[in-house]
C-alpha cells in the first residue's frame, strides 16, 4: 500500500484521490459494481438496486445532517416530493429524464423556500420542526389527490431510456445499471462539492457557525443551500424508489421512514460519503439477515416466532451499542481498522478520542 | 352545554399529554436534550401497571399496583441513565436525540412482545361512574386527571423552586461543570432527573390506560404529540409543557368536530409549526439570543 506522505505541489491538497493506490480501490470497486450481474443471481440485484436507492436517500441526508450539521428527522417529505412529481409527470405522458429532473428541482426548491423560516432553528427544535414538516406531508399526499393519487397512490410506469423499456421487475439488470450510472453521478458531484469552497462552507458551518460566520460565510445563504441541496438529492432518490417499490402512496413516505434515514446515515457514520453507503448496506441487508437466521435457526429445531418490527428493534439495537462504543458509526469502524494496518504495530487506543463538551445552557432559569 | 362537555374532556387530554411533556421537560432541564422514548416508557408504565392491577392479571390492589408501576419505571429511567445514557454524556446533543429514538424502538419491540398488541385498558375502581352537576355529566375518571396534574405540577413546581436537589438539578443543568465545581454530584443529579421522568411517565401511562385502551405503537403518536405540546410551550419550561398539552388537548376536539378529518389529524404539528417558526423559544420562552 503506497501511500503519498509527502505533498509535492499544492494541488495535492485537494486532489480527489490519494495517490495511485487509492484510486484503483475505487476503480476495483466500480468494476465489481459493474459486473454484480454476472456475478450474483436476478434477486440480488434487485436488493443492489435497493441499496443504491438508499444510499442516494442517504447522501441527500448526510450533507444535510453529516457535512452541514444541521439535524433532519423529516427528510423522507422530500423524498415523497420527487417521487409523486417523477410519477405524476411521468403519467402525464411525459418522458423519463426531464420527469427526473424536475421532480428533483421541486423537491430542492420545495427545500429551500421550507428552508428559510425552519433553519432559524437548531439543534434539537430544527429537528422537530422538520418532524413536524414530515407528519404533515403525509396527510398532505392525501389531500393533493390530483398530483398524489390519493389514498390509491400512484402506479409507476415502466421507463422508456435509450430506446429500451426499463421495468424493476421485467429487466432488473437495466434497472441497476440506470441505479448505479445515477448514484455514481451524485456520488461524484458531492465528492466534488465537498471539495470547493460552498462545500467548505457547508464543513465550516456545521463545525462553527460564529466561526464561519467571521470568517464571511453567509451562514443562511449557506445552511439553505445545503437545505435545498440535501432535498434536491433526497427527491431524486424518491423518484427512483418509486421505481423500485412499483407504487407509492401516502404510507410509503411515513415519519418512520423519516427516522430510518437519519438513522442510517449515523449508523454509517456521520460526516463521511461513505458513511451513507454503509448504512444503506445495513438496512437493506438486515431485514435479510433476520429472516435467513430465522430460517437457519427453524431448521436446526428452534422455531422463533415472527415478532413484528424485530428488525427495527435490532436494528435500534445496533444504533445503541454504536453510539456508546463509536459514535462516528461503522465509518468510524473502517477507519479504526485502516489506521491499525497502516501503522501496525504503532497504533495507540486514545488515537482517535473526542473532546467532550459540558454542558451551558442559554436558558435563564 | 355541548361545548363545555367536549372543553372539559379535552383538558383531561390535554392533561396527560401535559404529563408527558413534563417528562420531556424534566429531561430537557437535566441534560438539555430530548428523550424521544418518553412515549414509549409512558406505554411501559401503564403496560406494567395493567400486569399488576388487572383482576385476569397478578390482581394487586389498584393503588399498591399504582405504587410499584411508578416504583419500578422510575428505577428503569434511573438504570438506564446510570448504565447507558451516561456514557454518551459530553457528545453532542444528536448523540442523545438518536440514542432515545433507538431506545423507543427496542421498548416498542419489547413491550409488543411481551404483551401483544391489542389494546387493553387498565380496570379502575372509578370505571364508567360519572359526576353530574347543573346538567354537566363528567366521568370521574376526567376529574381524576386534571386533579392529579396540577397536584404533580405543583409538586414539581415547588420541588424545583425550594428544596436543596430541585436547586442541585437547576443548577447542574445550565452549567454542568460550575455545578460539578460547587460540589453537585452532576452524574447522580442527572440520573435522578430521569427516574424522577419515569415515575411521571408512569403516572401519565396508568390516567391514560385508565381513561381508554392502550396499545404498544401509541408510543410514538403520543410521544411526539406530546413532544408537540412541550415545544408549544417552550421545553424548559414545567407551566409551559401543562400549558402546552391543554392547548393541543382542547384544541383536538374541536377541530375534529369543525374542521375536515385531514386538517385536523395534523393540527396539533401545524400549531407546532407555527409556533416555532414565529416564536422559536415556545410562549414561555427562556432563551436569550447567544452572545458572542
Sequence with gaps: MSKPRFKTSYDADIDRFQGSWHRAQYLILILL?????????????????????????????????????????????????????????????????????????????????????????SGIYLAIATLALGILVEDLAIVAEPVTGGVRGLVAPPIELFGMTIDR???????????????????????????????????????????????GVNVIRTKTLAFALSCAITGLAGALYAHLVQAVNFESFLVIISIALLLQVIVGGLGSIHGAFFGAVVIVVLPQGIAIGRDVLADVGIRVAAFPGLDMAVFALIIIVLMVLEPRGLYGVWLRVRTWFELFPLYRKGLFRRARSYLKTERLK | MDTIQLLISGIANGCIYGLIALGFVLIYKASESVNFAQGDMMILGAFLAIALINANQADLPFLLGLAIAGASLGLFAYLLDALLLRRVFGQPQLTMVVLTIALGFVLRFVIGAIWGHDPVGLETPIAGQRLSAGGLTIPVIDAVIIATTVVLVAVLWLFFARTRLGLAMQASSQNQMAAYYMGIPVKRVVSLVWAMSGVVAAIAGVLF???????????????????????????????????????????????ARHLPSHVAQVSPYALMLLVLILRPSGLFAQVRQKKV
Design chain 2, 209 to 255: 390506560a385508565a381513561k381508554g385502551a392502550v396499545e404498544p405503537s401509541a408510543g410514538l403518536v403520543f410521544g411526539i404529540k406530546a413532544f408537540a405540546a412541550a415545544v408549544i410551550g417552550g421545553l424548559g419550561s414545567l407551566p409551559g409543557a401543562l400549558a402546552g398539552g391543554l392547548l393541543i388537548g382542547i384544541m383536538e376536539p374541536f377541530a
Design chain 1, 33 to 121: 459494481a459493474l459486473l454484480a450481474p454476472w456475478l450474483l443471481g436476478s434477486y440480488y440485484v434487485g436488493e443492489l438496486s435497493s441499496v443504491l436507492v438508499w444510499s442516494m436517500a442517504g447522501m441527500g441526508v448526510m450533507l444535510l445532517v453529516g457535512h452541514t450539521g444541521q439535524v433532519s428527522l423529516g427528510h423522507a417529505a422530500f423524498m415523497a416530493i420527487g417521487a409523486f412529481v417523477h410519477l405524476a409527470l411521468m403519467l402525464r405522458g411525459w418522458h423519463f429524464v426531464p420527469a427526473l429532473m424536475v421532480a428533483t428541482l421541486a423537491s430542492g426548491v420545495s427545500g429551500a423556500l421550507l428552508a428559510r423560516p425552519i433553519l432559524r432553528l
Design chain 1, 169 to 215: 421487475h421485467g429487466t432488473p439488470v437495466a434497472f441497476y445499471y440506470l441505479c448505479l450510472a445515477l448514484v455514481v453521478l451524485v456520488t461524484l458531484a458531492y465528492a466534488n462539492l465537498l471539495r470547493s469552497p460552498t462545500g467548505r462552507a457547508f464543513i465550516a458551518v456545521r463545525d462553527s457557525e460564529i466561526s464561519a460566520r467571521a470568517l
